[in-house]
């Protein structure tokens, strides 16, 4: 099982050409799902949005469709804590992360996704136990 991140499923939803390429990879390989974490970021992200009122709505709508598609785990105690074990590695470790991140990979871990795909790297590729796919 592999994780899509924010920045994938932005660049799927712009019609990005590496990010659907890398979708079409994916498919037949495994199954693919998100958190309910990166659901908010791209809710964020739409409502935060300086585009018109219609562009808005066809973004939620373009977003509701996305997630017609895939399944989106829950944030439950299993993954808050080892959200909160992450982030405290990482930062007794010198580096930064970011909250959302670490709940992401948290999240991921916690419900057996080994992989997590992203543009953003170095977001993830310090996580113990979760690989980082890139396009």
Not at 19 to 48: D, H, Q, W, Y
Request: proline share 3%; net charge positive.
């Amino acid at each position: 099982m592999k994780c899509l991140d924010t920045t994938f499923l932005i660049d799927i939803m712009k019609g990005d050409r590496a990010a659907i390429r890398k979708a079409e990879e994916l498919v037949p390989e495994t199954t693919l799902v998100s958190t309910e974490i990166n659901i908010f970021e791209l809710a964020c992200g739409i409502e935060m949005s300086r585009t018109g009122e219609v562009r808005r709505k066809r973004m939620a709508l373009d977003l509701q469709t996305l997630l017609d598609k895939i399944p989106v785990l829950p944030l439950e105690r299993s993954g808050t804590l080892a959200a909160a074990k992450i982030l405290g590695e990482q930062r007794k470790n010198g580096m930064q992360m970011d909250s959302p991140d670490a709940l992401v990979a948290g999240i991921a871990l916690a419900h057996g996704c080994d992989t997590i795909v992203t543009r953003n790297k170095r977001h993830f590729d310090k996580v113990k136990g979760l690989k980082v796919e890139t396009y």
